[in-house]
């Protein structure tokens, strides 16, 4: 028997390379895969991880959208008439919500989702988990982008997971402080001249002692003035003494200081009414008072009352708070406030208080009422993220505003930088006579010391 062989035309022998070349690489990536995605996880989306996404997203769109009750059945009609026309030809799919195109970034990629009638934002917030386990990502967030249209953004790692430390700080804006990073990527700032006050609550060694460590170490170089009011004796916020143009550490303390401040708040709205202008901002530059920056540390300790002389006291410290956060703003007064709790059995103070707070960072909590007051009145869906923090994530937290919510970890700033940093400044110390408690020594020279013994550092 004769076997005829025929030699390959130019056509099948370029096909054969081709398929040997994408075989090659094929297996390359998937042996070199893993070291790749640990040592270069931002080229490891790029080249594998993302095409791989967007494939499943593309699979599996519509029988998500189907199990997660999203998608729309056409009508009766329609179906009938498509069945007589199709001849017995499968009647035509449900409808499902119209997927935009799909944009990579470094962790993750997002797409605009058109809504159906009837539907709104909230029920994609409910299919997001379905979506992450779905498309193998470590979460999907879906937010509000503008009427009829949802934004969902997806991360295939949580970047929030190691330690982040401080880069080297550049002279920032006024009032601006790079403290940690977001779950995006990006830099998470808290910018006093946008969100003028801020409620930090965690359990305790949930971080947010280290997150006012950042803050203060990034306000120390600025020409502003920091106040504290730390009722547990000034254990926290002496560590920042030299630094500080005030400081209370017990609660007839910071009464007076409160009172101190409320006045030099009406001071300034005399002036700015004088000068015919709106805010300290609207001032000459010579004439424009400093800004003032009262950090309070542990609110519970303020609001708690056992005797009826702490009654007095404690709703004296809120009424002034809660007129502080109401006219602070304009007149260059801003708060930043700590907590362990921020519950309505602390008093009605703290619920008015809370309602004037637009910043909000919510670390691991100890109970899920105290997540709610955190961030319940403004984005019940960011709850569940912040119930989800767990005690190995110190310092990770769920921050919420009028803009939206997100998580976000603050850079490890260790109390013994924060010291550092307030000693390197407190030249910067603005003197506010005003401030000053005229029966006692200026707080900003306080030599008292207090260790903490649980700090590991
Ligand atoms: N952003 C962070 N990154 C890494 N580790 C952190 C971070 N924040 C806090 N930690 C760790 O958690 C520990 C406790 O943090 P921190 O003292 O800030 O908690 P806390 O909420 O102020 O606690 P307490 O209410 O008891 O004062 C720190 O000593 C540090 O080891």
Not at 108 to 114: E, M, P, Q, S, Y
Not at 192 to 220: E, M
Request: with cysteine.
């Amino acid at each position: 028997m004769t076997v005829l062989a025929s030699a390959p035309t130019a056509g099948e022998t370029w096909y054969a390379w081709a398929l040997v070349v994408a075989g090659v690489l094929g297996l390359g990536l998937l042996l070199a895969g893993p070291a790749l995605r640990r040592r270069h996880p931002v080229l490891w989306w790029t080249a594998v991880g993302f095409p791989a996404a967007a494939l499943r997203v593309t699979r599996t769109w519509r029988p998500l959208m189907a199990g997660c009750g999203l998608a729309v059945s056409r009508k009766a009609a329609l179906t009938v008439v498509a069945g007589l026309v199709g001849k017995g030809s499968s009647p035509p799919q449900p409808r499902v919500p119209v997927r935009g195109l799909m944009h990579p970034t470094r962790n993750g990629f997002w797409f605009l989702v058109r809504m159906l009638p009837g539907q709104v934002p909230d029920d994609f917030v409910t299919a997001a988990p379905a979506m992450a386990h779905g498309w193998q990502m470590h979460a999907v967030r879906v937010s509000s982008w503008k009427p009829g249209v949802v934004r969902v953004s997806a991360t295939f790692t949580d970047p929030l997971r190691a330690v982040i430390r401080p880069a080297p700080r550049q002279p920032g804006r006024l009032l601006r402080v790079v403290v940690g990073v977001l779950e995006s990527g990006g830099p998470w700032a808290i910018d006093l001249r946008q969100i003028p006050h801020w409620l930090i609550v965690g359990a305790t060694r949930s971080g947010k002692s280290t997150l006012i460590n950042a803050l203060v170490a990034g306000l120390a170089p600025q020409p502003v003035a920091l106040v504290g009011i730390d009722c547990k004796g000034g254990m926290e916020l002496s560590l920042y003494g030299p630094r500080l143009s005030a400081l209370a550490t017990d609660r007839a303390d910071a009464v007076q200081l409160l009172g101190r401040l409320t006045e030099l708040t009406l001071d300034r709205m005399a002036l700015c009414r004088k000068a015919g202008v709106r805010n300290i901002w609207g001032l000459p530059k010579g004439e424009r008072p400093v800004p003032v920056v009262v950090i309070v540390d542990e609110i519970a300790e303020l609001f708690l009352v056992a005797s009826r002389s702490e009654k007095d006291e404690a709703q004296a410290a809120a009424t002034s708070l809660v007129r502080l956060a109401q006219l602070g703003a304009a007149l260059g007064v801003f708060l930043v406030i700590a907590g362990q709790r921020v519950g309505s059995d602390l008093g009605p103070g703290v619920t008015a208080l809370r309602a004037q707070l637009g910043g909000r960072v919510c670390h691991r909590v100890a109970d899920s009422a105290t997540a709610e007051m955190t961030l319940g009145d403004i984005y019940p869906d960011a709850l569940v993220a912040a119930q989800s923090i767990g005690p190995e994530q110190a310092g990770t937290a769920v921050l919420a505003s009028s803009d939206g919510w997100e998580r976000a970890r603050s850079h490890l700033v260790p109390e013994t930088v924060a010291e550092s940093v307030a000693r390197q400044y407190a030249h910067l110390t603005p003197e506010l006579p005003g401030l000053a408690d005229p029966s006692g020594p200026p707080a900003g020279r306080t030599t008292v010391r207090l260790q903490r013994l649980d700090r590991d550092e």
